[in-house]
């Protein structure tokens, strides 16, 4: 059975840094593209970045963009995220998501066929 499984989130002061990561245990296939969303209370999920696995090309969302870097490790299977400059509005909980086909809108959460627990991430200011 695959899971993905986030840690690294945490308590941080404006300006500070985190880097989240997101192993896929069990994962015997080839991922096409994973994913970081986030989630903060009362709102809806939004897209963060994604990664696609076979070349690592990247995009990101204009609100992290410039302060955070997607990044993935093949051999561990891992993906991280790595945010810097970190501002009270980045508060959410933050998810990683694998979807297999590359067909289909990146950005959209009902793309992605598989979803980690998400890992709490709270800025203070």
């Known amino acids: 059975q695959v899971q993905l499984i986030e840690s690294g989130g945490g308590l941080v002061q404006a300006g500070g840094s985190l880097r989240l990561s997101c192993v896929a245990s069990?994962?015997?296939?080839?991922?096409?593209?994973m994913a970081w969303f986030r989630q903060a209370p009362g709102k809806e999920r939004e897209f963060v970045a994604f990664?696609?696995?076979?070349?690592?090309?990247?995009y990101y969302a204009d609100s992290v963009k410039g302060r955070s870097t997607i990044s993935r490790d093949n051999a561990k299977n891992t993906m991280y995220l790595q945010m810097n400059s970190l501002e009270p509005e980045d508060t959410a909980v933050y998810y990683c998501?694998?979807?297999?086909?590359?067909?289909?809108?990146?950005?959209?959460?009902?793309?992605?066929?598989?979803w980690g627990q998400g890992t709490q991430v709270t800025v203070s200011s």
């Open positions: 990664i696609r696995w076979s070349g690592g090309s990247t």
């Open positions: 069990g994962r015997t296939y080839t991922s096409a593209v």
């Open positions: 998501a694998d979807r297999r086909s590359l067909s289909g809108n990146y950005l959209l959460p009902s793309t992605y066929d598989l």
